[in-house]
């Protein structure tokens, strides 16, 4: 079955731009969490959503912001974007049912770089 | 490829030889720890998990430890091959969500 695919793989932005980044789960799955990753604060969580609501929050600013499509896809924005948001920004999926009893699965990630 | 971390730890071996990934974990409500891999330009991939029940698992070629007094797990690969390079991270999991939290990593470096 096909995995975790997320789009676009590479862009580049501009600092005070706004991005829109993508992640299409497995299929059946309901949970989609998006995580950042740094060479500075390596893996860090930012939300996860399952059926369309957003179920936990990590520690970022109100600029990071995500959805959920009754397709389970998601999406995360970030506004305003400064340069220490260049990082490689990853969706996971899982079934999600029961909080903490799935693997999640990694997607391939979407590498954003901010001049 | 593409970094996952400067100045991450380091663990050389060579081929065949075992490895022994350590990780010390923070919160001890934590009831379920993964071990994932990745590597270069690719996602992290789940290897192995254990809940806080268990002080031992194993799967293929890979066993996971868990010390909960220490607060400590370990990852130990068996005959470790060229393909086993890669970044090696612990995480561990609250059961109020799937929010995962991240150790720092260990690059893994296979001389053969």
């Known amino acids: 079955k096909a995995g975790v695919t997320q789009t676009p793989r590479y862009l580049i932005k501009t600092r005070g731009q706004q991005v829109t980044l993508s992640c299409s789960p497995i299929s059946g799955h309901r949970s989609v969490s998006w995580y950042q990753q740094t060479p500075g604060q390596g893996l860090q969580f930012l939300f996860e959503y399952f059926s369309e609501t957003q179920r936990n929050k990590g520690n970022f600013p109100g600029r990071f912001s995500g959805r959920q499509f009754s397709n389970s896809r998601s999406e995360m924005n970030v506004s305003t974007l400064e340069l220490g948001d260049s990082a490689l920004y990853l969706c996971?999926?899982?079934?999600?049912?029961?909080?903490?009893?799935?693997?999640?699965?990694f997607g391939a990630g979407s590498r954003l770089t901010v001049l | 490829g593409e970094s996952v971390g400067l100045h991450l730890p380091t663990l050389s071996v060579q081929e065949g030889d075992n490895s022994i990934i350590n990780c010390a974990y923070s919160?001890?409500?934590?009831?379920?720890f993964i071990w994932y891999k990745q590597e270069s330009g690719k996602g992290p991939q789940f290897i192995i998990d254990?809940?806080?029940?268990?002080d031992k698992r194993q799967g293929q070629r890979v066993t996971v430890l868990l010390n909960k007094t220490v607060k400590h797990l370990s990852l130990q690969i068996a005959a470790t091959q060229p393909g086993d390079s890669a970044v090696y991270f612990c995480?561990?999991?609250?059961?109020?969500?799937?929010?995962?939290?991240f150790g720092g990593g260990t690059r893994l470096m296979v001389k053969p």
């Open positions: 996971a999926s899982s079934f999600g049912v029961t909080p903490g009893a799935n693997v999640l699965t």
């Open positions: 919160n001890s409500a934590s009831d379920y």
């Open positions: 995480a561990e999991l609250h059961n109020a969500g799937n929010m995962l939290t």
């Open positions: 254990i809940r806080s029940n268990m």
